[in-house]
């Protein structure tokens, strides 16, 4: 039976290489939210509306994701998942579909975050793929991220 195995960890942890490397391992299919917003919009068009319209399409690609398990191909989903109320709406979701959602941590040390995310801005500024990691949405990673208590998470990996 496919299932969703859903990602959590703050903003530059490793989530998208450790989802590619899923994807190869598994012949899974991968959804990304910020590939989604990156593609459809602007970095900084949306505003104040940013949370307000990645839930919308969070909850799309959700959608996406239980479709493509029910087809029978597991989803390596990175969608939005800093809160505990993202993580446990996301397993609802997923159950209540009879969809089996299975949750991975990617958990770095701060001095690892912190380098990778200088190595990130580098990299930003010539290929938009990926968000630019100002000190605002530093301070947002800070102030959202809830760390996953033990009975939601799966597999922890360092």
């Given at each position: 039976m496919a299932k969703v195995i859903l990602l959590c960890g703050k903003i530059c942890a490793g989530k998208t290489t450790y989802a590619r490397r899923l994807v190869a391992e598994r012949r899974a299919v991968?959804?990304?939210?910020?590939?989604?917003?990156?593609?459809?919009?602007?970095?900084?068009?949306?505003?104040?509306?940013?949370?307000?319209?990645?839930?919308?399409?969070?909850?799309?690609?959700?959608?996406?994701?239980?479709?493509?398990?029910n087809a029978g191909t597991d989803v390596i989903f990175?969608?939005?998942?800093?809160?505990?109320?993202?993580?446990?709406?996301?397993?609802?979701?997923?159950?209540?579909?009879?969809i089996a959602a299975e949750w991975h941590?990617?958990?770095?040390?701060?001095?690892?975050?912190?380098?990778?995310i200088s190595?990130?801005?580098?990299?930003?500024?010539?290929?938009?793929s990926a968000y630019f990691v100002d000190e605002n949405l530093t301070r947002k990673c800070v102030e959202l991220f809830e760390l996953p208590?033990?009975?939601?998470?799966?597999v922890h990996i360092l």
């Amino acid at each position: 039976m496919a299932k969703v195995i859903l990602l959590c960890g703050k903003i530059c942890a490793g989530k998208t290489t450790y989802a590619r490397r899923l994807v190869a391992e598994r012949r899974a299919v991968y959804l990304s939210l910020d590939d989604m917003m990156l593609k459809l919009f602007s970095e900084y068009e949306l505003g104040d509306r940013y949370d307000e319209v990645a839930a919308l399409a969070n909850e799309y690609l959700s959608k996406i994701a239980a479709d493509i398990a029910n087809a029978g191909t597991d989803v390596i989903f990175e969608g939005l998942a800093w809160t505990r109320e993202n993580r446990r709406e996301a397993t609802e979701f997923f159950r209540h579909k009879r969809i089996a959602a299975e949750w991975h941590y990617i958990d770095v040390s701060d001095k690892e975050w912190k380098a990778r995310i200088s190595k990130r801005n580098q990299e930003s500024n010539h290929d938009k793929s990926a968000y630019f990691v100002d000190e605002n949405l530093t301070r947002k990673c800070v102030e959202l991220f809830e760390l996953p208590l033990e009975d939601e998470i799966d597999v922890h990996i360092l």
